[in-house]
């Protein structure tokens, strides 16, 4: 199985970002997707994870209200959709899978990408 992300780029405070991670090898609906994210210096944390059919969806308190995880099982691919971001969004955004039911830790997951940079300018 392997997992890729993409769509990190440099924007600006209180524009909008949407990541992609493609999964590729294995069966899409098998498998919760959950975004992490590492601050600069700091240690990686949890953002949002989605169910693998799509039913459930769980956020960090830094992330409700402004970021939304989706899927689409056409493509194999999870999205984070982020709005309204912030200078402390700046971080490398890991997307993970794991089978079965979709969990906040991140030992839990059996699959990482290799990670994309957004970078929020102030």
């Known amino acids: 199985v392997q997992v890729v992300e993409s769509g990190g780029r440099l924007v600006q405070g209180g524009g909008s970002l949407r990541l992609s991670c493609a999964l590729s090898?294995?069966?899409?609906?098998?498998?919760?997707m959950g975004w992490f994210r590492q601050p600069p210096g700091k240690e990686r944390e949890f953002v949002a994870v989605i169910s693998g059919a799509g039913l459930s969806q769980y956020y960090a308190d830094s992330a409700k209200g402004r970021f939304t995880i989706s899927r689409d099982s056409a493509k194999n691919t999870a999205y984070l959709q982020m709005n309204s971001l912030k200078p402390e969004d700046t971080a490398v955004y890991f997307c993970?899978?794991?089978?079965?039911?979709?969990?906040?830790?991140?030992?839990?997951?059996?699959?990482w990408g290799q990670g994309t940079q957004v970078t929020v300018s102030s």
């Open positions: 090898g294995g069966t899409f609906s098998c498998y919760a």
């Open positions: 993970g899978a794991k089978r079965r039911g979709p969990s906040r830790f991140e030992r839990d997951y059996d699959y």
